[in-house]
């Protein structure tokens, strides 16, 4: 573990596979479209790596792409490349299906402690703001702002959807943790932006970037409140 530093005053959060529980939620969401598709003998694995890689080329393509609109593309490209039928309502589905995500059992009350101990919290995520609505509210009501990559016009692991989230809460990269499970997206950005941050390894098999290393690493987001009660921050 590093120096910390002085205690900040925002958290700010990756959203998906941090706070909410992503991969169960994408599989029950894919698993529904091959079933629709008559897939037979595709898995969910098969679908989900090719969604996942035209998904971070799109998000890195300009202008910008709603993150609805990068989903709809990267669910037609991974079903119409491996030979399954595309129709318009799966990517609703999809849609839906991410929105309606539930927090680990964890979650909200490791934010109700982070609440009580007098930081903000703040969510960055690379989504559109219709599609996170529907998981914020399932959060306790802990969460001070959300700032999505609607708002910046920009995907993590850029710089420039954390430069808008820090324009928008009045910060410098230095009054912030970011607590993230994600090391391409978020861990990445920590490495080329210079922002303190805290990786949650929640066992999925994500390897941290090669030539990075987090300010702390923990296995779940009820940790953290503990960590910064060792650092004095209570």
Known sequence: MKNFGSKPEWLT?????TLIQWDEGLVAAVQGILIR??????SCDQVIR???????????????????EVSR???????TDLGLRYAATDIENLTRAISSMPPFPEVPSALSQL????????IISNTDDDIIAGNVTQLGGHIDRVITAQQA???????PIFQHAYGALGVTRNDVIHICASPVLDLQAARDIGFRCIWVDRGAGRAPVSDYTPDAILTKLDRVPVLFKQLGWS
């Open 73 to 79: 593309r990267a669910l037609e490209f991974a079903m």
């Open 50 to 68: 090719l969604y996942d890689r035209k998904e971070h080329e799109l998000e890195s393509q300009r202008p910008h792409l709603p993150f609805r």
């Open 115 to 122: 609440k009580r101990m007098g930081f903000k919290l703040c």
């Open 37 to 42: 598709s008559g897939a037979g003998d595709v």
């Open 153 to 159: 016009q920009a995907y993590k692991p850029t710089a």
């Open 13 to 17: 959060f990756d959203c998906y596979g």
